[in-house]
């Protein structure tokens, strides 16, 4: 028995002042203009009707940062295909569907994704931060069962004053930066010993151990660091 393709098109204009709910979403091919609701919510409106994929029709022919769905919560629990196309595509289909009469149109998408023997990922941090350290230690017996085919890029959020750039950076002394504001990080301790200074510089120590070392030894290094700040 073949299973029954059920396709929905959404478009992100703004027009409507509600979400709509399953039930307008019965028919093989449905066309909704409220985007009050958020892109994620139409999908699964449309997954629990029975739709197999969901097609948003962008308001612009660029699909930029701006334009693009984000993710509202509800992204990890759709379990259908849900892609954007422009406004010109999507006109087209739409055209395409009032001019079939009934007829039967045939879509058909691929998603083609490049087979990597390695993958690549990034994680951000401070060397401040104790929940960085914390999920460093507990990912890292995953890290190791995956072996060769993943690789760690530590990238680390250092800060530069802007208070300090007005000025040129001409030799302005800041306790929670370097090199005249150029790289800072925040006070971890308020109070305490500790100085923005020494975040920046211990950032700086952890990332030439990363590039010049082993991964492995970078890994060893955050391992000990992470018994400290338990």
Request: some cysteine; aromatic content about 10%.
């Amino acid at each position: 028995r073949r299973e029954r393709l059920y396709v929905f098109f959404f478009s992100s204009r703004r027009r409507h002042t509600r979400c709509s709910g399953v039930s307008w979403a019965r028919r093989c091919v449905q066309e909704t203009e409220d985007n009050v609701c958020g892109h994620e919510t139409k999908a699964r409106y449309a997954e629990v009707a029975g739709a197999k994929i969901a097609i948003i029709i962008s308001n612009s022919d660029v699909l930029d940062q701006e334009n693009i769905a984000h993710d509202n919560g509800m992204g990890q629990n759709i379990g259908i295909a849900t892609i954007m196309i422009s406004k010109t595509l999507g006109t087209e289909f739409k055209n395409a569907l009032k001019q079939s009469q009934g007829q039967k149109i045939i879509l058909s998408i691929r998603f083609e994704m490049n087979q990597a023997n390695e993958v690549n990922y990034t994680f951000w941090m401070s060397s401040s931060t104790m929940e960085s350290y914390a999920f460093l230690r507990e990912f890292y017996r995953y890290h190791q069962r995956l072996g060769d085919k993943v690789k760690i890029q530590p990238k680390y959020v250092i800060w530069y004053s802007a208070r300090c750039q007005k000025e040129n950076f001409q030799n302005v002394e800041q306790p929670n930066c370097v090199s005249s504001g150029r790289y800072c990080a925040p006070d971890p301790d308020d109070s305490g010993p500790a100085t923005g200074r020494e975040v920046v510089l211990e950032d700086l120590r952890q990332i030439c151990l990363f590039k010049t070392q082993p991964e492995n030894k970078w890994w060893e290094y955050i391992q000990k660091l992470s018994l400290i700040h338990i």
